[in-house]
Nanobody, 117 residues
């Protein structure tokens, strides 16, 4: 099984940057698509970005050009670099690992990102 531990959230002014980290504990990291989601109070959880084992990425339209997902197979880590942050980016951000075969998935505990105006 897999455990995910997120870190890197915090408070930042509009226009600033944060880097979220997701530590993957388990085997076969390369068999998982890593995803980033976010959820604000009273809103649905939203897919922000995904990165495949080979490094291919997809982004929500709302973050294209501002956020960059990456992964490090040697460290079994996933990252989300967030630049040019806006108040509407404020949410709890969650890391997700999706097995490419079984489609089983695992979730991190979430980390709060707050962007002030």
């Amino acid at each position: 099984q897999v455990q995910l531990v997120e870190s890197g959230g915090g408070l930042v002014h509009a226009g600033g940057s944060l880097r979220l980290s997701c530590a993957y504990f388990g085997s076969q990291f390369s068999l998982y698509v890593m995803g980033w989601y976010r959820q604000a109070p009273g809103k649905e959880r939203e897919l922000v970005a995904t990165i495949s084992s080979g490094g291919g990425t997809n982004y929500a339209d709302s973050v294209k050009g501002r956020f960059t997902a990456s992964r490090d197979h040697a460290k079994t880590m996933a990252y989300l670099q967030m630049n040019s942050l806006k108040p509407e980016d404020t949410a709890v951000y969650y890391c997700n690992a999706l097995h490419i075969g079984t489609r089983n998935d695992y979730w991190g505990q979430g980390t709060q990102v707050t962007v002030s105006s």
